[in-house]
């Protein structure tokens, strides 16, 4: 089945650590984002790509990194310059115009 | 700058009552509108969009949308609320070749039995 997949469900980093969540999409669309969901602020865009090797900052890029090499995958981390990583974690794809497909989240948690 | 405002942060309905829920959006053309559902913990799922045509749309579940250009909106609604229906509702706007969706803060469903 085609679809958008996410790992790990639940990461755990230490303070002053850097930690890589997988986004992996089998549904041929250019287009991949993240985004950051905190209780009560609805989603808020990190980076998107809309094309392989290119990827632009969206909202609240600041602690944040990413990489396009290949169009299936956009793997997000999260660098120790983010001070409040604390957070659910959303990666989307689609076909530029047309909806959002999501994955099923990461919850990353600092400890 | 698309926006989008979903006014109501929680909605507590009676099981078997209808349901309508708000989204006002601010796009500079003609939008792409979309409302999502989100169970906890989990990621979103597609109920309806609109891009053209019939602005009464019909979606997963049961639900239905209406765009109103004149009022900016595009609310979510259903006849009868089943329990199940109980989680987080978010409406995205987007449009054009360069389709960045931009999402409300969600409206949280509470359904009573």
């Known amino acids: 089945d085609g679809g958008i997949t996410q790992s790990p469900k639940y990461l755990f980093r230490k303070e002053g650590q850097n930690v890589t969540l997988s986004c992996e999409q089998n549904l041929n669309h250019d287009a991949m984002y993240w985004y950051r969901q905190d209780p009560g602020q609805g989603l808020r865009l990190i980076y998107y790509?809309?094309?392989?090797?290119?990827?632009q900052k969206g909202d609240i890029a600041e602690g944040y990194s990413v990489s396009r090499e290949k169009k299936e995958s956009f793997p997000l981390t999260v660098t120790s310059a983010q001070k409040n990583p604390t957070a659910f974690y959303l990666c989307a794809s689609s076909i530029a115009g047309a909806e959002a497909f999501f994955g099923q989240g990461t919850r990353l948690t600092v400890v | 700058a698309q926006s989008v405002t979903q006014p109501d942060i929680h909605i507590t309905v009676s099981e078997g009552a209808s349901l309508e829920l708000r989204c006002n959006y601010s796009y500079g053309a003609t939008p792409y509108l979309f409302w999502y559902v989100q169970s906890p913990g989990q990621g979103l799922q597609l109920l309806l969009k609109y891009f053209s045509g019939d602005t009464l749309v019909q979606g997963i579940k049961g639900f239905e949308a209406e765009f109103k250009r004149s009022q900016s909106s595009f609310n979510l609604r259903k006849p009868s609320v089943h329990w199940s229906d109980a989680a987080e509702y978010f409406c995205a706007v987007g449009g054009g070749g360069s389709y960045i969706p931009t999402f409300g803060r969600g409206t949280s469903l509470i359904v009573h039995p």
């Open positions: 790509s809309q094309i392989v090797n290119d990827f």
